[in-house]
């Protein structure tokens, strides 16, 4: 019996090409996030500025994101696997439509009632003339939300082509377009990395603005390093949708509990950066900037490793072949729980070092001190790559939705415990305590269903 497959070959040199497109893109955010915090420090105008990706994020996931991609593949990849290009593209055209339109109109809407979003929700423990400042900077990083609602979704389609190179380099585009921003539209500074000092003088000094700017930027630029696969792979458009689409009412079906299920997190996020904002200046910057680091592991091995092996998965699982699905699910696990406990460790042992390192030595107490703890949760928080994408491939969002929202009470009742005793680290370790607990259960469930042999 032969261990490794022709499918497994084939996932694991996907799963490369993805993780070294997610390195250099982390390591293009990396250098984004030193110039950021050296420029400005971790202070009111960064908290601000991160803050300020709040609502955007969570328009962004709930309609054109990891929700839509979710639903989208597995429908996409059944026309592939028939044959049926013409109808592959035109459902991708349809859902592009919708996705576009949809999220247009709530940005518009988010755009408009902003100040007061800021300030009865998202930041309530800030200064007044900081709430100012966060809904002025999200009103221009919501800009960038429409665009991703298209670019988004070109990656799915080229990536349910078993083609992972341009969507892997489209997040290198969107961090150098924020790079470009910090250095050339921010404000003058001096930049200091292992004693050697560069002087910043921006072309156009726009102040913490810039930063938005450059996001907007990067948002172009993600979509346009994606439009040569389009063209390879014969990609049609038209701006039209029909609702009456048996292909866009199953995508539309399955995105309802899909869009729950990521607003459950996005929730708890957004209640982490409330609770944050009431714990002093700099807590939510020490937060975002160690949820990054913590994320660089994550991402080159397990969300690598998900994207790569989805379209595998949503194959196996047309096909009913659950024995060859749990295989390349326990697989999966297997390389990234081996991967992931000693990048753990390392972030523990390291975690101060790396923050001086990447955000200067005036951030890396408050960074290190948040990563200890969102550490603990590196090995949960990457199962959920694998785990809940298996249930997407069998065309069942519901199951996860219902974890998820069982395993945010979870992480939001920790992190109110824990932040009076741990301060800021707290909220990392009931995040952490949350992702453990919620991939844990997607993993003990789904090995009951495909041993049992459920069909869904």
């Given at each position: 019996?032969?261990?490794?497959?022709?499918?497994?070959?084939?996932?694991?040199?996907?799963?490369?090409?993805?993780?070294?497109?997610?390195?250099?893109?982390?390591?293009?955010?990396?250098?984004?996030?030193?110039?950021?915090?050296r420029?400005?420090?971790?202070g009111?105008e960064?908290?601000?500025?991160?803050?300020?990706f709040?609502?955007p994020?969570?328009?962004?996931?709930?309609i054109?994101?990891?929700?839509?991609?979710?639903?989208?593949?597995?429908?996409?990849?059944?026309?592939?696997?028939?044959?049926?290009?013409?109808g592959?593209?035109?459902?991708?055209?349809?859902?592009?439509?919708?996705?576009?339109?949809?999220?247009?109109v709530?940005?518009?809407?988010?755009?408009?009632i902003?100040?007061w979003?800021?300030r009865?929700?998202?930041?309530?423990g800030?200064a007044?003339?900081?709430?100012?400042?966060?809904?002025g900077?999200?009103?221009?990083?919501?800009?960038?939300t429409?665009?991703f609602?298209?670019?988004?979704?070109v990656m799915?389609?080229?990536?349910?082509?078993?083609?992972?190179?341009?969507?892997?380099?489209a997040?290198?585009?969107?961090?150098?377009?924020i790079?470009?921003?910090?250095?050339?539209?921010?404000?003058?500074?001096?930049?200091?990395?292992w004693?050697?000092?560069?002087?910043?003088?921006?072309?156009?000094?726009?102040g913490?603005?810039?930063?938005?700017?450059?996001v907007?930027?990067?948002a172009?630029?993600?979509?346009?390093?994606?439009?040569?696969?389009?063209?390879?792979?014969?990609?049609?458009?038209?701006?039209?949708f029909?609702?009456?689409?048996?292909?866009?009412?199953?995508v539309?079906?399955?995105l309802?509990?899909r869009?729950?299920g990521?607003?459950?997190?996005?929730?708890?996020?957004?209640?982490?950066?409330?609770?944050?904002?009431?714990?002093?200046a700099?807590s939510v910057?020490?937060?975002?900037?160690?949820?990054?680091?913590?994320?660089?592991p994550?991402t080159?091995?397990a969300?690598?490793?998900?994207?790569?092996?989805f379209?595998?998965?949503?194959?196996?699982?047309?096909?009913?072949?659950?024995a060859?699905?749990?295989?390349?699910?326990r697989?999966?696990?297997?390389?990234?729980?081996?991967?992931?406990?000693?990048?753990?460790v390392?972030?523990?042992?390291?975690?101060?070092?790396?923050?001086?390192?990447f955000?200067?030595?005036?951030?890396?107490?408050?960074?290190?001190?948040?990563l200890?703890f969102?550490?603990?949760?590196?090995v949960?928080?990457?199962?959920?790559?694998?785990?809940?994408?298996?249930?997407y491939a069998?065309?069942?969002?519901?199951t996860?939705?219902?974890?998820a929202?069982g395993?945010?009470?979870i992480?939001?009742?920790?992190?109110l415990?824990?932040?009076?005793?741990?301060?800021?680290g707290g909220?990392?370790?009931?995040?952490?305590?949350?992702f453990?607990?919620?991939s844990?259960?997607l993993?003990?469930?789904?090995?009951?269903?495909?041993?049992?042999?459920?069909?869904?």
């Amino acid at each position: 019996m032969r261990r490794f497959t022709s499918t497994d070959r084939r996932v694991a040199l996907s799963a490369l090409i993805v993780s070294a497109g997610f390195a250099a893109a982390k390591f293009a955010g990396v250098v984004d996030d030193f110039i950021v915090a050296r420029v400005f420090g971790a202070g009111r105008e960064l908290d601000a500025y991160y803050a300020a990706f709040g609502m955007p994020d969570l328009l962004f996931t709930l309609i054109a994101g990891g929700a839509l991609a979710s639903a989208f593949i597995p429908v996409f990849t059944g026309y592939l696997a028939t044959g049926d290009r013409e109808g592959a593209w035109k459902l991708a055209s349809s859902v592009v439509n919708v996705a576009f339109l949809v999220t247009l109109v709530a940005a518009a809407i988010v755009a408009l009632i902003a100040p007061w979003l800021v300030r009865r929700f998202l930041t309530p423990g800030f200064a007044p003339e900081q709430q100012v400042l966060t809904a002025g900077l999200m009103r221009l990083i919501l800009i960038s939300t429409a665009i991703f609602s298209v670019s988004g979704l070109v990656m799915s389609a080229l990536q349910a082509n078993q083609h992972f190179l341009l969507p892997a380099l489209a997040p290198v585009m969107y961090n150098l377009g924020i790079i470009g921003g910090a250095l050339f539209l921010t404000q003058p500074a001096i930049l200091t990395f292992w004693r050697v000092s560069i002087p910043l003088r921006p072309v156009w000094p726009m102040g913490v603005y810039g930063l938005a700017v450059g996001v907007m930027i990067g948002a172009v630029m993600h979509l346009l390093i994606q439009v040569p696969g389009l063209i390879h792979f014969g990609a049609r458009w038209s701006p039209s949708f029909s609702l009456a689409d048996p292909g866009l009412r199953r995508v539309l079906v399955l995105l309802g509990p899909r869009i729950l299920g990521l607003g459950v997190v996005q929730l708890s996020a957004l209640i982490t950066t409330n609770l944050a904002s009431r714990l002093g200046a700099g807590s939510v910057t020490g937060l975002a900037l160690a949820w990054r680091l913590m994320q660089m592991p994550e991402t080159i091995i397990a969300t690598a490793i998900g994207t790569a092996v989805f379209p595998t998965l949503s194959a196996l699982a047309a096909q009913h072949q659950r024995a060859e699905l749990r295989a390349t699910m326990r697989k999966a696990l297997g390389i990234i729980v081996l991967l992931c406990v000693p990048s753990a460790v390392a972030l523990i042992v390291l975690g101060r070092p790396l923050a001086g390192l990447f955000f200067g030595r005036g951030n890396a107490d408050v960074v290190a001190y948040a990563l200890q703890f969102y550490a603990l949760g590196l090995v949960g928080h990457s199962a959920l790559e694998v785990a809940a994408r298996t249930f997407y491939a069998q065309q069942d969002t519901r199951t996860p939705l219902a974890v998820a929202a069982g395993a945010m009470v979870i992480a939001v009742t920790a992190s109110l415990l824990l932040m009076r005793p741990l301060s800021y680290g707290g909220l990392a370790l009931g995040n952490a305590i949350g992702f453990t607990v919620e991939s844990g259960v997607l993993v003990w469930l789904m090995e009951r269903r495909l041993s049992n042999g459920e069909t869904t």
